[in-house]
């Protein structure tokens, strides 16, 4: 499967990108078990013009990475075409326009998700940026705002004719936020439809193996992106890799390789920012992984490793998990 000359290889996997998630050392990781592409976290348009350190720290990509896509929002035609500029000279190897981000603090200011209200300017916005920017163009968006307004059947074909090289769609409308099941019925009806021909990639929910399995072989997609699932456990993409390509249960890490995944991934974010930066920054990943899951009473622990404020600390409570794990294992 490819996207804009970009071979990913069959079924293939990518990474969401997610705010606080999805930074280089954790594209890096996911690539590493088996993810076909991997996207920034998204960038503000506005931001980059006006060359905030924090915004141009997102753009930078380890050649480990690629492909990787840059994913940047906006609420303003020139701002976004000026920002498409600015991130082609790290040379991603796609740009991709964030209509989908459903949090207040961006669609509220009719940005990401909020474009969904104002679809004229979102195609005008598409249409100039694709003729402006010097890598290949994708764009992420919803279904629609609400579910009485599920618009997507007609909005892809209208990015499509903006000449986006591919779309994914994430089943689920501004309103639901991230609640309730994604509806990947109508994402495969906007794949069925004749008239695309750009790759759709479908999004929403893909936890586990047999779910990426489902959205190639009853939905159809031509890729599927996975978020929340891979937080706290990068090795979700090793296990569906099998599962997808062996049609069986597979590739999974034991549960003590995995903690050292996890404190992989605390050493990369200490080393990017520091000590208690990299500590903050882990412990979303920490609280989200469902490597604890089982432990028995284990909830004292878990308070201490996410209150910990020092590598020391926080090193010292996961060995006294290590044994547990070991337990967890053997029942």
């Not at 082609?88 to 326009?97: E, S």
């Not at 569906?240 to 597979?250: A, F, I, S, T, V």
């Amino acid at each position: 499967m490819q996207i804009a000359g970009i071979e990913l290889g069959e079924k293939p996997l990518l990474l969401a990108p997610m705010e606080d998630v999805s930074d280089s050392a954790f594209r890096r990781i996911c690539r590493h078990f088996g993810a076909s592409m991997v996207y920034s976290e998204f960038v503000s348009a506005d931001a980059l013009i006006r060359n905030v350190a924090g915004a141009q720290k997102k753009l930078f990509i380890h050649p480990e990475e690629r492909p990787a896509v840059v994913q940047i929002y906006g609420r303003d035609v020139n701002t976004m075409v000026e920002a498409a500029k600015i991130v082609a000279d790290v040379k991603p190897d796609i740009l991709d326009l964030n209509f989908g981000c459903p949090v207040k603090r961006v669609a509220g200011k009719g940005a990401g998700s909020g474009m969904l209200r104002n679809i004229p300017l979102m195609l005008e916005i598409t249409k100039a940026v694709v003729k402006a920017s010097a890598i290949p163009v994708t764009v992420k968006t919803r279904l629609g705002w609400d579910h009485n307004s599920i618009i997507i059947d007609d909005l892809a074909e209208q990015l499509q004719d903006c000449g986006i090289a591919g779309l994914t769609i994430h089943g689920r409308t501004r309103s639901d936020m991230y609640t309730g099941n994604a509806n990947w019925s109508i994402i495969a009806r906007v794949k069925q439809n004749p008239r695309i021909t750009i790759p759709i990639i479908g999004n929403g929910d893909i936890t586990t193996p047999q779910a990426a399995e489902q959205a190639f072989t009853t939905f159809g997609v031509d890729a599927v992106m996975v978020g929340r699932g891979s937080i706290g456990a990068p090795w979700v993409f090793k296990e569906m890799r099998y599962y997808l390509d062996n049609h069986k249960e597979g590739g999974t890490l034991l549960d003590e390789e995995k903690l050292d995944v996890l404190k992989e991934m605390i050493a990369n974010n200490i080393n990017k920012l520091d000590e208690r930066r990299g500590i903050l920054h882990s412990r979303r990943h920490l609280a989200a992984t469902p490597l604890f899951k089982g432990i028995p009473n284990f909830r004292p622990l878990r308070i201490r490793m996410l209150q910990a404020t020092s590598l020391n600390e926080l090193l010292e409570t996961l060995n006294e998990v290590k044994p547990l794990l070991t337990t967890k294992e053997a029942q």
